[in-house]
């Protein structure tokens, strides 16, 4: 069974998403974000301009939404990232031509912390434990939250599902 998502308003514009199914990622995105675990704790990042959020930014020139979401990990957080994992799609519901993605969102372990590559933009990193999250996140709504509660439950999948 499908799990339903909230549908918020950003900006004017009504918002939900889609978790991913084989067939629905999409490479059309315009950004990637990273929910990157270190055991049950995730990474967010201190951006400026944000505040503290997952990992993430948009697409450049040639780039597919995984290679972004790998780079923005490094450069905002000083990721190296185990294999990336397609959670869903944040998508623009009332876009002229039907669904547009917005953003494509990836759920993966982190293999090792190194320095920011880009401090002009990260002001630094925290592991935030699920009941942190929703205090220091620069934006929280019924959307976030649940997206945040998807990307924690598919996390204890995956970890269930690896052995130690």
Avoid: K
Avoid at 65 to 83: C, D, H, K, S, Y
Avoid at 98 to 115: C, N, Q, S, Y
């Amino acid at each position: 069974m499908d799990q339903i998502f909230p549908v918020v308003q950003w900006g004017g514009s009504s918002v939900s998403f889609r978790p991913w199914s084989m067939g629905t990622q999409s490479d059309d995105a315009e950004a990637a974000l990273v929910f990157a675990f270190d055991r049950d704790r995730i990474v967010l990042a201190d951006i400026l301009r944000r505040g503290w959020c997952v990992p993430g930014g948009h697409l450049e020139t040639g780039e597919n939404a995984e290679t972004a979401a790998r780079r923005e990990a490094r450069e905002e957080a000083g990721l190296v990232l185990g294999p990336l994992r397609p959670l869903g799609s944040t998508v623009l519901l009332d876009a002229p031509c039907g669904e547009h993605v917005l953003a494509a969102g990836f759920i993966t372990t982190v293999d090792r912390f190194g320095p920011i590559l880009n401090p002009a933009e990260s002001r630094g990193i925290q592991l935030a434990a699920r009941h942190e999250v929703a205090h220091c996140y620069f934006i929280w709504d019924p959307l976030i939250e649940a997206m945040f509660d998807y990307a924690w439950s598919r996390n204890r999948e995956i970890s269930f599902g690896r052995s130690r």
